[in-house]
């Protein structure tokens, strides 16, 4: 598989502070009932096992950050995007977990 870079949520942050995200897509790949239970504002909701039937609401020339709960899922399908022509792919390492700890501790962690 394609190498995917990670990206700590602490770093995503940094890179792209709140109100400076309209150019890259922060895409959540969780199911439906994890998404209800915790999820940052600005993530588009596409699970994992619907993200092939779904390619065409994500735009191949952003910058696209996948994340799910704490980072495998995610690195999965930033690594099918990559093989599919997106140029521009990250994980979030650590997921919505640690985004949790280290960005917003008023998301539930579960």
């Known amino acids: ?3 995917v870079p990670e990206l ?3 770093e995503f942050c940094e890179r792209w502070p709140e109100g400076q995200r309209d150019a890259i897509t922060l895409l ?4 439906p009932a994890e998404w ?3 999820r940052v504002a ?5 699970p ?15 910058t696209v950050v996948v ?11 930033a690594e099918y995007l990559t093989a599919s022509g997106y140029s521009d792919v990250h994980n979030l390492a650590g997921g ?14 579960y």
Do not use: F, N
């Open 1 to 3: 598989m394609a190498h």
């Open 8 to 10: 700590t949520p602490t």
């Open 28 to 31: 959540d790949v969780r199911e």
């Open 36 to 38: 209800q239970t915790a």
């Open 42 to 46: 600005d993530a588009v909701h596409i």
């Open 48 to 62: 994992m096992q619907t993200v092939p039937g779904r390619l065409d609401e994500l735009d191949p020339e952003r």
């Open 67 to 77: 994340m799910c709960h704490g980072g495998t899922r995610s690195r999965r399908v």
């Open 96 to 109: 919505i977990d640690a985004w949790s700890v280290e960005v917003d501790p008023s998301i539930p962690r």
